[in-house]
């Protein structure tokens, strides 16, 4: 039986002499660390070589005027950069079992940012394709079991998929694919070979007979349904669809799977994460007919010459400590998958910066003199939506009433939202319109809450409708509204707009708790349909093909049940903003006993 990780001993070579060290030792040998760890570079002024579990490392000084040292580095070297493999070392525990399980079809590496899980992926690849020697030290020393060859692939052979063509070209070949594989078995794709990859046409090479074929996500369904491999290294999280069609087809050759990723939510990506399909693998809910094993790789137990101690110190503080103290919870959501491995729960909110202890509070009587304002999104068969938000002097936004209903007429929505406003609707004029028809004319006499401005969808505010010759807009200042047309941006834009009020500002201190590490906006915890859309708006997958049939996935809000929503990000495109009434209205708004009539100091309306 082979000893795990934490038992092996490594032998370190400095200008000090020679030591030998379990990992936990070396941890604590802050000098050994200066001289071998991430902290130092070859331009600090060190030159280190790294033969498996023997590390030697010495000044460029010494080696300069020892020339027979000096050569014997280079050698060594260059030993190692010929066959990268025979030297490697399973970083953690973790990876000498995943390397070693030939139990599981579907084997995946869990595991932060930047510990080097790719290479993994890799080299459990590679040690399928390739013809080892048992004498090597990654077999002998390094814990990791000898694999018989059991001769090329060629009638299936190797995929590896990317989510994008750039990290082929930048980093999987580069770094991982031509470092790691002997440089023999790379032939004219090697250090000293004149072929380079056709990334365009035929992004492929051959290692040992196999044909190894590079693939991205954005590449048409086709590919993967036509390509019967005997392995398929997905690295990161690829797409269910294409994971789909390669599975059906590696059937036939009787092979299998491995995924090398950090579980984060991506960009664009909502099926990434928590709830996607590659976490319900992980979790056992789905094997898609294989035997799936995950392994997780802990940050603590990566060593220093890969993950040096001062980063990880600087990594927990900015995703775990920091976010914690502050209770910025979507950061910390996102940390906890970088740091530790864990599957991001973010659930595909539109809105994942939502968090009801932060942005709920509980209901209080508005000051009627803070700066309110109204946002409408109209409907017909759909529920037509108002929110009111209020800004006091501070610059707090406090979103404390809601009307949703559905099935009423513009007259009947008017009525209710001015009653609810504790205001009164009057009718103040009955001109003829263009038929000689005398149509009636509202207004809203504002006695009890006085708004800066109130925005219509603006979709809406100009459609005119069947049996009326008024717009929308039109409709609503008749009846006693004097709306104006909301921000027309894509819901794109707004939504991030929306972000930005919800976002925790550690120097901002929460209204209700006192505590620093709060949003600009709150909701009062009496809102039921604003908080019901709040918390199921979320993102849908679009899939885009070019003319080539290349395909790209995106992600939008659900255009389902956000009315709400709408009405949100109508008010937060306005800039909410505190202004003192005497700026916008004479009347007296403790009394407020006249008629008044809001405008806009800036737009005049």
Known sequence: ??????????????????????LSDYHTKESLMEKIGLITTPSDGRSTVFAGTTIISYPTEMLEKDQNKQKLMHELDDMVRKNSLKYFVPQTEAVRLFLNDRDHNLKGMIAPNGTGKSVCGWIDTLLDIVPCDPGWPIFTTSGVEFRKYKGPKTLGGVGIVSYEWNNHITTIWPQIVKRWTPQDFLGEYGDNGNSSINWKNCPKIEICGTPVWFLACSQAQTVFESSAMDIYWWDEQGEEDKFNGANMRIRRRNGRHVFTLTPHRLPGRPDTGAGSWIHKMFNGESTAGLKPKFYTMDLKDIPDWIYSEQAKKDATEEWINEPTRIGNIKKLREGRSRIFGEFHESSGLVFDEWDRGKHIIQPFDVPSDWTKYRGIDHGRVEPTACLWAAVNPTGDVFVYREYYEKDRVVSENTTAIIKASGNIRALVD?????????????????????????????????????????????????????????????????????????????????YETGEFGAPRIYFFSNLRWTLWELEQYINEVTIRRDRQGNQSTSEKPRSKDDHLMSALMFLCMEKLSYMPSELYSDVDLVTNNEITRVTDPFTGY
Do not use: C, W
């Open 1 to 22: 039986m082979t000893k795990p990780i934490q038992e092996l001993k490594y032998t370190f070579i400095t200008e000090d002499g020679s030591q030998s060290l379990l």
């Open 430 to 510: 009955r001109p003829y319109d263009q038929k000689g028809e005398f149509y009636e004319v509202y207004e809203e006499l504002q006695k009890s809450e006085v708004f800066l401005r109130t925005v219509l969808d603006s979709r809406s505010f100009g459609k005119k409708t069947d049996e009326s010759q008024f717009t929308i807009g039109q409709i609503y200042r008749n009846n006693g509204i004097n709306a104006k047309p909301a921000n027309g941006n894509p819901p794109a834009i707004m939504v991030n707009t929306v972000k930005e009020y919800l976002r925790l500002d550690p120097s901002r201190k929460h």
